[in-house]
């Protein structure tokens, strides 16, 4: 999303005034990257594992080009970590994000309502004034927008 990708912009350039160089180290990715990425997840860690940290392809935000997984560089050990969210630049993320439009999507202690682990790097873009009031409630998306979790049962394709 260019708007997506704009408001990344801006908020990286504000981090880098307090002294952080935000990288999006993986944003948009098409129905096979994704398919390819899930694939050898499930071969390395086996299917249950790899469902409580990657979409199953046809149901990645990252497919809709609202997503963002955010590092910072030369910090590369945090990328896709948990030990991210103890970064200072992981810290200014959290508490900057939603003044750029962006979320963090899966919270710590959320895992049952998002259906997802911990992931203090994945923030996902829904407009400045969505994310000011998701954030100011303090609630994950889907309990803002009254949803229930529910894990894919098939793979939706890009055709579908």
Not at 16 to 36: I, M, N, P
Not at 118 to 137: C, L, M, N, T
């Amino acid at each position: 999303s260019k708007e997506a990708r704009a408001s990344f912009s801006e908020m990286a350039a504000e981090a880098k005034l307090s002294g952080y160089e935000l990288v999006a180290f993986s944003t948009y990715r098409s129905f096979d990257y994704q398919s390819q990425l899930y694939e050898r997840y499930v071969s390395n860690d086996g299917q249950e594992a790899a469902d409580r940290y990657s979409a199953r392809p046809g149901y990645s935000e990252h497919q809709t080009g609202l997503a963002f997984d955010i590092g910072e560089e030369l910090f590369e050990e945090h990328f896709a970590s948990e030990s991210f969210g103890e970064t200072e630049a992981g810290k200014w993320v959290a508490a900057n994000a939603a003044k750029y439009g962006f979320i963090m999507r899966y919270p710590k202690g959320k895992e049952k309502i998002t259906g997802y682990m911990y992931e203090p790097w994945h923030f996902r873009y829904i407009g400045v004034e969505q994310a000011g009031k998701v954030y100011e409630s303090k609630l994950t998306l889907e309990e803002y927008l009254n949803l229930q979790f529910r894990k894919a049962e098939a793979p939706i394709t890009d055709h579908e």
